[in-house]
């Protein structure tokens, strides 16, 4: 397993694609929202922690079809599935990979753009903790969102679909925690915290099933 | 004989074409008689007026609209569990329903919320669920459409269902926290079941008792399609 993290995290960074790109795309989104609303900085950074964590969710969602598209097209993951390791072992390998080459870099990156947003001071720790907990869910609903639409030709698309309405629970209470600052996000934490390790116990299972479905 | 015995799309089918026509007089004639009852022969709110009397039509559609993805979940995971073609195809011909019952549920709402709330829309806990609902509606439709294989589409779909309710159920919840830092309290949802008088209960007893049985005459008429449509391509891949 932890050569599979290994070798993934190796091609996202040798592709090109990776770091760089996930996090030139969160920091265009978060700067462009200026360009949008205006520079206020009182409406900035009332709105920043919403924003942060929508930038989080679309910069996750760009990587998401590479997971499992290229292992499909060369066959790459029929030799895995015949391998020792269960696929819902395979399944939560990858989405590690791809917590550690997406979730990781934003939620470092979400810091510097909070400042960029005028985010409250006091809301720094929250926004690091929320991601910190909340992108290991993103990534593994994504994995099972990329096994789902894997054998689909041109299913980015379809891929945002499926994924979007499952990340909305983890967005709404991850930003409400953000922008309540000091006003007792304890218990909203602890919630993130539960779905974070929900997805992470039960969706490789689902992965495994969606892949074998594929793989028939 | 037990109930799996339908699970046989030919038993399906001749079962069916016999109830089908029972369940439709009786589905049309409880609506009929629930609405008629509910428009005009029950008194005016003495608040709302007579705009109350949407609630005929708006609490039956919303039920159905939760119990269409009930009986979808139900069905996918007998498609998973024991691989009846029957219950795979029943829950695709559910979907589309479902999203008509959502559909007219927050369109009644809205037409109630105008005069009442003096908006159309507002970004209450329940209307935010039935928004939710409704695009997780359409992301299973969407995926049966992209899948060229049936079987495949069929296991895609249960597991996707499955993994759908409970992210439905969460977002149902997490809604409520997020929505107390924008709304006032949730005078806005009242849980209008409970309280409405017997005046009301009645006639709507029978409206929601007439749009179960219409979901299921409809859900039967669309899997019976579903069924030959996917025996005409079974013909036309053996004279091929």
Same mark, same amino acid.
């Given at each position: 397993?932890?050569?599979?993290?290994?070798?993934?995290?190796?091609?996202?960074?040798?592709?090109?694609?990776?770091?760089?790109?996930?996090?030139?795309?969160?920091?265009? /989104?978060?700067?462009?929202?200026?360009?949008? /609303?205006?520079?206020?900085?009182?409406?900035?950074?009332?709105?920043?922690?919403?924003?942060?964590?929508?930038?989080?969710?679309?910069?996750?969602?760009?990587?998401?079809?590479?997971?499992?598209?290229?292992?499909?097209?060369?066959?790459?993951?029929?030799?895995?599935?015949?391998?020792?390791?269960?696929?819902?072992?395979?399944?939560?390998?990858?989405?590690?990979?791809?917590?550690?080459?997406?979730?990781?870099?934003?939620?470092?990156?979400?810091?510097? *753009?909070?400042? *960029?947003?005028?985010?409250?001071?006091?809301?720094?720790?929250?926004?690091?903790?929320?991601?910190?907990?909340?992108?290991?869910?993103?990534?593994?609903?994504?994995?099972?969102?990329?096994?789902?639409?894997?054998?689909?030709?041109?299913?980015? *698309?379809?891929?945002?679909?499926?994924?979007?309405?499952?990340?909305?629970?983890?967005?709404?209470?991850?930003?409400?925690?953000?922008?309540?600052? $000091?006003?007792?996000?304890?218990?909203?934490?602890?919630?993130?915290?539960?779905?974070?390790?929900?997805?992470?116990?039960?969706? %490789?299972?689902?992965?495994?099933?969606?892949?074998?479905?594929?793989?028939? | 004989?037990?109930?799996?015995?339908?699970?046989? %799309?030919?038993?399906?089918?001749?079962?069916?074409?016999?109830?089908?026509?029972?369940?439709?007089?009786?589905?049309?004639?409880?609506?009929?008689?629930?609405?008629?009852?509910?428009?005009?022969?029950?008194?005016?709110?003495?608040?709302?007026?007579?705009?109350?009397?949407?609630?005929?039509?708006?609490?039956?559609?919303?039920?159905?609209?939760?119990?269409?993805?009930?009986?979808?979940?139900?069905?996918?995971?007998?498609?998973?569990?024991?691989?009846?073609?029957?219950?795979?195809?029943?829950?695709?011909?559910?979907?589309?329903?479902? /999203?008509?019952?959502?559909?007219?549920?927050?369109?009644?709402?809205?037409?109630?919320?105008?005069?009442?709330?003096?908006?159309?829309?507002?970004?209450? %806990?329940?209307? $935010?669920?039935?928004?939710?609902?409704?695009?997780?509606?359409?992301?299973?439709?969407?995926?049966?459409?992209?899948?060229?294989?049936?079987?495949?589409?069929?296991?895609?779909?249960?597991?996707?269902?499955?993994?759908?309710?409970?992210?439905?159920?969460?977002?149902?919840?997490?809604?409520?926290?997020?929505?107390?830092?924008?709304?006032?309290?949730?005078?806005?949802?009242?849980?209008?079941?409970?309280?409405?008088?017997?005046?009301?209960?009645?006639?709507?007893?029978?409206?929601?008792?007439?749009?179960?049985?219409?979901?299921?005459?409809?859900?039967?008429?669309?899997?019976?399609?579903?069924?030959?449509?996917?025996?005409?391509?079974?013909?036309?891949?053996?004279?091929?």
């Amino acid at each position: 397993m932890w050569s599979i993290i290994l070798r993934d995290i190796k091609l996202a960074i040798r592709s090109g694609g990776g770091f760089s790109l996930t996090l030139a795309f969160f920091l265009i /989104v978060i700067m462009i929202v200026p360009f949008g /609303v205006g520079a206020n900085l009182d409406l900035l950074s009332r709105i920043a922690p919403g924003l942060l964590w929508i930038g989080a969710l679309l910069s996750c969602l760009l990587s998401l079809d590479r997971i499992f598209q290229l292992d499909w097209e060369d066959g790459t993951l029929e030799a895995l599935a015949t391998s020792p390791i269960p696929l819902s072992g395979i399944a939560i390998a990858k989405a590690t990979a791809h917590w550690i080459t997406t979730g990781l870099p934003i939620t470092l990156a979400s810091l510097p *753009l909070g400042y *960029l947003l005028n985010l409250n001071y006091e809301a720094y720790f929250w926004l690091f903790t929320t991601l910190a907990i909340g992108t290991p869910t993103l990534s593994f609903i994504g994995t099972f969102g990329a096994a789902i639409t894997v054998g689909i030709r041109r299913g980015g *698309l379809l891929l945002s679909l499926l994924v979007l309405p499952l990340y909305i629970p983890t967005l709404m209470l991850g930003a409400q925690c953000v922008s309540k600052g $000091t006003n007792n996000p304890l218990e909203l934490l602890a919630l993130i915290s539960a779905i974070s390790l929900m997805c992470i116990a039960l969706l %490789p299972f689902a992965c495994a099933i969606a892949l074998r479905a594929n793989l028939k | 004989m037990s109930l799996w015995e339908y699970a046989n %799309p030919a038993k399906f089918m001749a079962l069916s074409a016999r109830i089908l026509p029972i369940l439709a007089i009786a589905s049309s004639c409880l609506l009929l008689i629930g609405l008629f009852w509910g428009f005009f022969l029950t008194p005016a709110d003495y608040k709302q007026g007579s705009t109350v009397k949407i609630i005929f039509l708006h609490v039956p559609s919303a039920l159905m609209a939760i119990n269409a993805w009930l009986m979808m979940l139900i069905a996918s995971l007998i498609w998973l569990v024991r691989r009846h073609h029957v219950s795979a195809l029943a829950a695709k011909a559910a979907a589309p329903i479902g /999203v008509t019952m959502t559909l007219i549920a927050i369109a009644t709402g809205a037409i109630w919320g105008k005069p009442m709330w003096g908006t159309y829309w507002a970004w209450d %806990p329940r209307l $935010t669920s039935f928004m939710i609902l409704l695009v997780f509606y359409f992301g299973y439709l969407a995926l049966w459409e992209a899948i060229e294989d049936k079987d495949t589409a069929a296991d895609l779909t249960s597991i996707l269902c499955i993994v759908g309710s409970v992210f439905a159920l969460l977002s149902r919840y997490a809604v409520n926290f997020w929505s107390q830092g924008l709304h006032q309290g949730a005078s806005l949802s009242l849980d209008k079941e409970q309280h409405v008088d017997n005046a009301f209960y009645f006639p709507l007893l029978i409206c929601i008792a007439g749009m179960v049985l219409l979901f299921i005459t409809l859900v039967l008429i669309r899997t019976r399609t579903e069924i030959r449509s996917r025996r005409l391509l079974a013909l036309r891949l053996r004279n091929n």
